[in-house]
């Protein structure tokens, strides 16, 4: 007998192999809309420390808001060296993960969680960047059981700022990259060496160094 869920186990297994970062989109395919609101929609499934959902998202696809986007993050003068870039800007959906650190400090100074304080050096790592980027991981993979292509990239913090003005993005949240989508178009293989990505081997260590 196959085992339950084995079937969806194979399938997974199928979609975190197919991930990559896709630098080039078909400008004249749109992303359908049920699709766009099942990558959001399993963003928000993430794990949160203490339960904050301190993340929210900023969605771009009007192509108005898409010229914005790129015009306050990345002007097409500052292309030199980077040809991906024009392939980047044909994708037809920006999704902008925002990490909210106050979320985390309220939630953690409330009485079930046993601070009496937000102070931040409480904290051994920013949970509130973790989870945000776990919100990130879970829209590229469904972009990919979807058949589309994405790809996670920064913005710079020099042009942080000009993304707030520009977007009314209040002060108390933060973009911790942008995630672009699409159908996929060819693009040229990544500059990364071949064969460079590291195994099991050489990241794993079963009891101790």
Known sequence: MTPAGHDAAVEFEAVVRRRR???????????????RDRILSNALKGPSAGFSQGFELLVAEAPSDLALFWS???PPEEDD????LAGMRRAPLIVVPLSHKGAYLDR???ADKG???????????????????FAALLMLLTV???????????????RIAGFRAAFGVPDALTPIG????GHR?????????????RQPGSVVHHGRY
């Not at 970062?21 to 699709?35: F, G, I, L, T």
């Open 144 to 158: 990919v059981d979807e058949g589309l292509g994405a790809c996670f990239f920064g913005i710079a913090p020099g």
């Open 115 to 133: 601070w009496t304080d937000r102070d931040e050096a409480r904290w051994p790592v920013p949970y509130w960047d973790i989870d945000t980027g």
């Open 21 to 35: 970062m896709v630098r080039n989109y078909d400008p004249d395919r749109a992303v359908d809309p049920e699709v």
């Open 178 to 181: 942008a995630v672009s989508i």
């Open 81 to 84: 060296g980077l040809p991906h």
């Open 72 to 74: 306050v993050t990345w």
């Open 185 to 197: 178009a060819h693009d040229a293989p990544s500059p990364s060496i071949p064969g460079r990505r």
């Open 108 to 110: 953690y100074a409330e």
